[in-house]
């Protein structure tokens, strides 16, 4: 029997409400909330298969292109292990990215900002965590782009990622950045994150040694999704 998960952190991830994040002070309770035990239906979840991955999925240098040639940007190499607050890897876990092209615009009908598409370039993909918990995709480097918040707000370049996990409370949604990037410290989206190092563990390493020579730059972004509380063993005693 699981005994659970633990819960979300208090501190480490943001408030709901987060006034320099305009659109967070209309959508966040206004009322306390209420902890419910978790159901079956939280402790379970979706299960993918090799089968419902494509070959391309992992690959959206050439997963949109319509006439045979590739992405136009600088090109990564994004990689790294999920695992969970134990430090355990979650292996067979369906792990999605989606991200603007390389001008910073989106394919999206409602998309707004007047960089160019990229018409080989669609902007998603998805790959299944091996054994040992890690997962690897190439893409090219998404940039920076203006939203509608404060007067002169830029979101830096950025990568969207979910995680499945095991079970629905574990499933994580959330954003890479890239080291060195001045435009992470003023984005009010990230200011709202309380902790310093709950930042920094959003942003990817530049790895020099698992570049492609001559061809694409690595980033490494390992991701933590909340662990199992350990179940009591009869021949441990808790605390040991
Ligand atoms: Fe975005």
Not at 40 to 58: H, Q, T, Y
Not at 175 to 188: K, L
């Amino acid at each position: 029997m699981s005994a659970g998960y633990f819960h979300r952190q208090p501190g480490w991830h943001p408030p709901a409400l987060t006034p320099g994040y305009k659109s967070s002070v209309l959508r966040s309770p206004k009322l306390p909330l209420l902890a419910l035990g978790a159901t079956a239906s939280e402790l379970s979840g979706p299960v993918f298969g090799d089968g419902l991955i494509g070959p391309l999925d992992n690959d959206l240098i050439r997963n949109y292109s319509q006439d045979g040639s590739e992405a136009i940007g600088q090109r990564l190499i994004v990689y790294g292990k999920v695992l969970d607050e134990n430090a355990r890897p979650v292996p067979n876990t369906l792990v999605e990215f989606w991200q603007a092209n390389a001008g910073g615009r989106y394919r999206h009908k409602r998309e707004g900002y007047l960089a160019a598409l990229d018409p080989n370039f669609g902007g998603c993909g998805r790959v299944l965590t091996g054994s040992d918990g890690t997962y690897a995709f190439r893409t090219i480097k998404p940039g920076a782009y203006p939203w509608p918040n404060g007067p002169n707000d830029w979101r830096p370049a950025h990568i969207h990622f979910s995680v499945f996990g095991h079970a629905f409370a574990q499933r994580l949604i959330t954003q890479m950045y890239f080291e060195g990037d001045p435009m992470i410290w003023q984005c009010p989206i990230v200011g709202g994150i309380p902790q310093k190092e709950a930042i920094e563990q959003l942003i990817a390493k530049l790895d020099r040694h698992n570049t492609t020579p001559m061809d694409a730059l690595a980033y490494r972004f390992d991701i933590v999704l909340r662990g199992k509380r350990s179940t009591l063993f009869e021949n441990r005693l808790e605390g040991n």
